[in-house]
């Protein structure tokens, strides 16, 4: 069992929506939507995990910060997204992060 | 203070010797049962806490005392004494063992040391002895430049003692020719049966009634002070100590704190009732309740952006942390496996290392 984490993004947001519109039109069970979307996690997993290698730095001002059950969540304002290739300037970015070393 | 204490039994009871070291610092505050023991040595037993102060004019006598203050001199050789003050202590009210109180209201006794022998208190009351100037010279007992300014007392003196008392210094040269004083300064040898007399009228009265009646004054002063400005509003109040202890003006703080409330009502059902066009007039209400509300400090809330709102927003970053490391107000992000959104462009990193500072 991973995280499902991953399901807020815009990948597995766009899943999430497939699978809500299938549901409706009775093409699938909602048994089966939860079962595509425990693989998602699996899958999604796996790939940041094995096949990115990239590296990134910010830095910014913060705004927020929250730690409950083991899940930071930071609120940042004007950060500088910095990699290697690109930059990426936001006012406000939202980082939502569970716990790297105990993963379910 | 450096004051050398001894204590041994007598018949009359514990006694302590008090020998003033040189260079003492005054006031010296002598409890009830103490004797004095002077550099000439002679030995004045008080029984009424006393408080020994230094006087300004230097060389000053001891001050006169009410007849009913007897103290016992020790020495004999006190009756050679051509002027000998005479000490006397209380026989009827017994000077609460332990040091002496000397809180606002002051009840004044004076010491009176006599270096004649005097009989028991149970006797009629001895003689007083005005006490006149002595050169420092002199062999007799003078506790010089040292000014017996009797203080406080639950000694239970009678009321008029104090009054009469309250003025009395005694000071070189200064006898007690202002006999309005202290009565007992006009006193002579002979003239004890009027002081007496002044004392048993003065006597009967309930020194415990007296105490309650300073004690009474006291906390009343204290509780003056104290301005209610929380618990139940004026008019509603239930109990009376709450109306009693709030002052003229606590009415109208009470009755600022309904306004408060009322305005905070009426904003909270304003903020209920409608959302965007009723936020406004909210706002207003909440700027009239936040002006009002300052000198409580409620105005210490510097969130500028409501919480829902401020974590509402497009650009997201989920990810794994590694070490979230913080010093001060600087923050230090490990993070790995995330994923990236901003602008609706999505972007992955492996690891991702951030400062931020907050």
Redesign the interface.
């Given at each position: 069992m991973a995280?499902q984490?991953?399901r807020?993004?815009?990948?597995g947001n766009s899943l999430q929506e497939s699978l809500d519109e299938l549901i409706q039109t009775q093409q699938i069970t909602p048994q089966l939507a939860l079962q595509v979307l425990l693989q998602f996690d699996k899958a999604i997993?796996t790939a940041?995990?094995n096949r990115?290698?990239?590296?990134?730095?910010?830095?910014?001002?913060?705004?927020?910060?929250r730690?409950c059950d083991n899940v930071?969540?930071?609120?940042?304002n004007d950060?500088e997204?910095r990699?290697v290739t690109d930059l990426?300037k936001?006012d406000?970015?939202?980082?939502?992060?569970?716990?790297?070393?105990t993963?379910p | 203070m450096t004051a050398v204490f001894k204590t041994f039994q007598k018949n009359t009871g514990s006694i302590a010797t008090f020998s003033l070291p040189p260079g003492m610092s005054y006031p010296v505050q002598i409890p009830a049962g103490v004797t004095l023991q002077t550099s000439s040595g002679h030995l004045y037993k008080v029984n009424v806490p006393v408080m020994v102060t230094q006087a300004p004019g230097g060389a000053s006598r001891i001050l006169s005392q009410p007849v009913q203050h007897v103290i016992e001199a020790r020495e004999p050789t006190a009756a050679q004494r051509a002027v000998a003050p005479s000490v006397l202590h209380t026989a009827a009210p017994q000077a609460p063992a332990g040091p002496c109180l000397h809180p606002p209201e002051v009840q004044q006794q004076h010491v009176f040391l006599s270096q004649c022998a005097l009989p028991r208190p149970t006797a009629p009351p001895p003689p007083l002895i005005p006490q006149a100037p002595v050169s420092p010279g002199d062999d007799q007992f003078t506790l010089e430049g040292i000014e017996f300014s009797p203080r406080l007392l639950d000694t239970g003196l009678p009321s008029s003692f104090p009054a009469q008392l309250s003025d009395f210094q005694a000071k070189t040269g200064q006898m007690p020719a202002s006999g309005s004083e202290v009565g007992v300064q006009g006193e002579t040898k002979g003239d004890v049966g009027a002081l007496a007399e002044r004392a048993d009228n003065a006597r009967p009265e309930d020194p415990a009634k007296r105490e309650a009646g300073l004690s009474c004054d006291y906390n009343h002063n204290v509780l003056e002070d104290i301005v209610q400005l929380d618990g139940a509003c004026g008019g509603s109040s239930d109990e009376g100590e709450g109306g009693e202890e709030e002052e003229a003006d606590g009415v109208t703080e009470n009755e600022f704190l309904g306004m408060i409330n009322a305005e905070a009502l009426r904003a909270l059902q304003e903020g209920e009732g409608s959302t965007g066009g009723g936020s406004s007039d909210s706002s207003d209400a909440a700027d009239e309740f936040a002006e009002e509300e300052d000198p409580l400090n409620s105005g210490d809330d510097v969130s500028e952006q409501d919480i829902p709102d401020l974590f509402d927003t497009d650009n997201v970053v989920v990810c794994q942390y590694d070490k979230i490391h913080r010093s001060k107000n600087r923050w230090k992000f490990y993070l790995k496996d995330g994923v990236m959104c901003f602008a609706g462009k999505d972007y992955v990193f492996s690891k991702a290392v951030g400062e931020a500072e907050w």
């Open positions: 995280y984490l991953y807020n993004t815009t990948l997993n940041l995990a990115v290698r990239n590296r990134v730095n910010f830095r910014g001002s913060l705004n927020t910060y730690f930071w969540t930071f609120v940042l950060v997204f990699e990426v936001v406000k970015v939202k980082i939502v992060a569970c716990d790297g070393k993963c | -």
